[in-house]
Structures are given as structure tokens and as C-alpha cells.
């Protein structure tokens, strides 16, 4: 350092407020007490853990290190929004800090805040855009709220840096699933197998991008795999049991949901997928018991609940079988898809003019599904108006049905 760097920063220290005395040791005392919770921690004693966080703050109020502390204790234990708060004051104390802003998006994430956790993490990188820990946890949210480009460019990135790390590889490929590129997204999934031979995931997502390929074969052999390496891959299973239905096996594609379910029973995904194979079986109770497990799991799903009307309607349910339609408006008030599914409901119960109605509605929302053109088309030629149903009809062959093209031969061959 140079005579005037040196002269320079003097004269910028005695311009600074020195730490007191007293302040010093409040420091000092606070570091203690964190050093204190961080062995009751080792030891398994988080409420000791906790009580030493707690003094260290009260010691030195101004600690943003302390904050942090009980921040990551608390989130640990499930109270995620008092976490928060500490990690607020943390945020005041020290607002230049990547690493507040990385665990703020943490906690935002088991929150369920994920578009919160988004920002805080678009923060961190701003402060150290070169910190790929941040970044992959930002990749990570992008995924979740549907930002597969965005996410790509992260994984991209960071795979640069670490090119042999097969969970980038898989993160690269779902990103990839997601923008609808299954042949490029297959290929970062060999890429993670290459890695990882014994990676059950891989295998698993391998025979995902090759059932949105639709060979079924090929996908069939990547869950075999998959189950060898790990029995316990719920997801497996019932990836498996999807693919068993697609080539037939119905029997085998309920043995295989049998599995996943004995294997993680809060799936709601898995239950409704065995509503489906019961129904088709004829056993309309268990469908309905599986629908009804599969929305407590999942109260918005809106297509549990709509199968569960149509199976409710089958066992002579019918104000359950509305009530399901109701439910679903009352969520989802300006869904076209609703509104098809009350108006198909109402087509089952031979109450047609309701139905029209239905259909109106879901067609001022969207006029561009096929299906809701051919329903209202077949609720006409019902109603013995063979006009407006074969213009229906053909506007829905027109939008790709071919249900709609097969109905035209039959209903408007005139």
C-alpha cells in the first residue's frame, strides 16, 4: 500500500464510530453463546440449542449471525414463520448478505411460497451471480413455478462448472420434459445413468421420455431397471403400472400401484390412478373410496373430483355427484373445464337443456376445446336438433376431434 492509500484510509477510520467497550463484549458474549447452541445441537438438544440462540440475540441485539442461528434452528423444526420473522430482522441488520437472502428463500420454499422464494433467490444472485449454490436453488424454484427456459439457462450454467453431476443432468432433462423436447431431454438423462449407472432416478426419468415418446417398450425396460436398482422407488412402480395399461396388462398394472401405494400412501396421484383401473373393473365403492382419498390428499383436484361425480352418479349418488360439481365451481368459477364437467353431468342424467347451458357457459370461456363443442353437439342432436348439433360437430372435427369426425358420419350423413 502506497504513503497516500495509507494516509487515505486513516482519514476515512477516524471518521467511523469506534466500538465501545461494553459493545465488544456483548459481541464477544453473543459468539459465546452461539458457539454454546451449536454444540447442544450436535448433541441432539434443540430446545437447549434454541435457549442459547435466544441469549446470544438478547446479549447482542444488532447480531445479525444470531438471527441467522435461530432462523435455521427454527425452520428445522417446523416454525417456519417465526423463522421468517428472525430472518427479516437478520435482513435489516445486514441487507447485503447473499446468504439471508438464500436461506429467506429456503424457508419461503417449505411455505409453499414459491414464487417468494423465487425472488429472494433472484436477490442472491444478484449480490454473487457466480455462486452456483444460489443458483441452484433458484434453478430449482424456476422449475417448480413453470420457468423451464429460465431454469435452463441456470442448470446450463452450472453444469459448465460441474459437467459430471448427474442430478444436474436429471434437472437439465425435466427441464427439457417440460418444454416439451423429449428427444434432447432423454439424452441429458443418459447423460446422468453415464454418471451414475446405479442412479434408480435416472432410469426412472429415462423411461419417462420414452413414454412421452409413446414406446411403451423402451419405457417399460427403464422402470425394470429402475425397480432392480431400488424396490423401494414408489415412483417407479407407478410409472410402471401406467405402461403395464397402455400395453394391456391391467392386472399387472394393479399389482404395480398395489406396490407404490405400500411404498408412500399421501400420493394423490397413485389412488386416483387405482380409482381408474377399480372403475374399469366394476368396482364403482373401491373407485369412489380411492377418489375420496385421493381428495382429501388433493382437495383442488379437479379431475378426482370430476370421476368422482360420474362414479357417484353410477352408484345413484346424485346430489354427491353434484355436490362434486359445485365444489369444483366454487374453486375454479371460470374454468371451461368445469363448466364441460357439469354439463357432462348433466348429459348422464338426461337433463339436456341444463346441459346446453353448461356447455354455453364453457364455450364463452374458451371456444377453442374440441371436446366441449362436441358435447354440446351431441346434447343437441339429443334434443332432436340435428342443425345446431352437426354445426357443432363439425366445429369440433374442424378443432381435431376425431370422436367429432366418426359422430358427423353418423348423425349428419344428410
Not at 467511523?16 to 454454546?36: E, K, S, V
Not at 439471508?100 to 409453499?112: Q, W
Not at 348429459?347 to 354455453?360: C, V, Y
Request: charged share 25%; proline share 4%; with cysteine.
Amino acid at each position: 500500500m502506497n504513503a497516500r492509500a495509507l494516509l487515505l484510509l486513516l482519514a476515512v477510520s477516524c471518521l467511523l464510530p469506534l466500538p465501545t467497550h461494553g459493545q465488544l463484549n456483548n459481541r464477544l458474549d453473543a459468539i459465546q453463546a452461539i458457539q454454546q447452541g451449536d454444540i447442544q445441537l450436535r448433541l441432539g438438544n434443540s430446545e437447549q440449542a434454541l435457549l442459547a440462540y435466544t441469549n446470544a440475540i438478547q446479549m447482542d441485539m444488532g447480531f445479525a449471525d444470531a438471527y441467522m442461528k435461530r432462523a435455521s434452528l427454527l425452520s428445522r423444526m417446523g416454525q417456519q414463520a417465526q423463522a421468517m420473522a428472525d430472518l427479516d430482522r437478520a435482513l435489516e441488520l445486514n441487507p447485503y448478505s447473499e446468504h439471508i437472502y438464500d436461506r429467506r428463500a429456503k424457508v419461503k420454499f417449505l411455505m409453499n411460497d414459491i414464487k417468494g422464494s423465487l425472488g429472494e433467490w433472484d436477490q442472491a444472485v444478484a449480490l454473487r451471480p457466480y455462486d452456483d449454490r444460489v443458483r441452484e436453488g433458484r434453478a430449482d424454484a424456476r422449475l417448480i413455478v413453470g420457468r423451464a427456459p429460465e431454469a435452463l439457462l441456470d442448470i446450463d450454467s452450472l453444469l459448465v462448472h460441474e459437467p459430471h453431476d448427474p442430478l444436474l443432468h436429471l434437472k437439465r432433462g425435466i427441464a427439457l420434459l417440460a418444454m416439451e423436447d423429449a428427444p434432447e431431454a432423454l439424452k441429458a438423462f443418459e447423460s446422468a445413468r453415464e454418471e451414475s449407472p446405479t442412479l434408480a432416478l435416472a432410469h426412472d426419468l429415462i423411461g419417462v421420455a420414452h413414454m412421452r415418446e409413446l414406446r411403451w417398450k423402451e419405457a417399460l425396460a427403464a422402470f425394470d431397471q429402475a425397480i432392480a436398482l431400488d424396490s423401494t422407488c414408489d415412483l417407479a412402480w407407478f410409472n410402471r403400472s401406467l405402461v403395464h395399461g397402455q400395453l394391456g396388462d391391467t392386472r399387472q398394472a394393479a399389482h404395480d400401484l398395489e406396490r407404490a401405494l405400500e411404498l408412500s400412501q399421501d400420493k394423490a396421484h397413485v389412488y386416483f390412478q387405482r380409482a381408474l383401473l377399480r372403475k374399469q373393473d366394476g368396482d364403482l365403492g373401491g373407485a369412489a373410496s380411492d377418489y375420496d382419498r385421493a381428495l382429501e390428499l388433493a382437495p383442488d383436484y379437479l379431475e378426482a373430483q370430476y370421476n368422482r361425480s360420474v362414479v357417484r352418479k353410477y352408484l345413484g349418488d346424485h346430489a354427491g355427484a353434484f355436490a362434486d360439481v359445485e365444489e369444483a365451481l366454487r374453486q375454479r368459477p371460470q374454468d371451461p373445464v368445469v363448466w364441460n364437467m357439469k354439463g357432462s353431468l348433466h348429459l348422464l342424467f338426461g337433463e339436456i337443456g341444463e346441459a346446453i347451458e353448461s356447455f354455453d357457459r364453457a364455450l364463452s370461456i374458451d371456444a377453442t376445446n374440441p371436446a366441449i363443442w362436441f358435447n354440446r353437439g351431441i346434447a343437441h342432436h339429443i334434443r332432436y336438433q340435428p342443425e345446431p348439433g352437426c354445426v357443432d360437430l363439425r366445429r369440433a372435427a374442424e378443432l381435431g376431434s376425431e370422436r367429432a369426425r366418426d359422430a358427423l358420419t353418423y348423425f349428419c350423413a344428410f
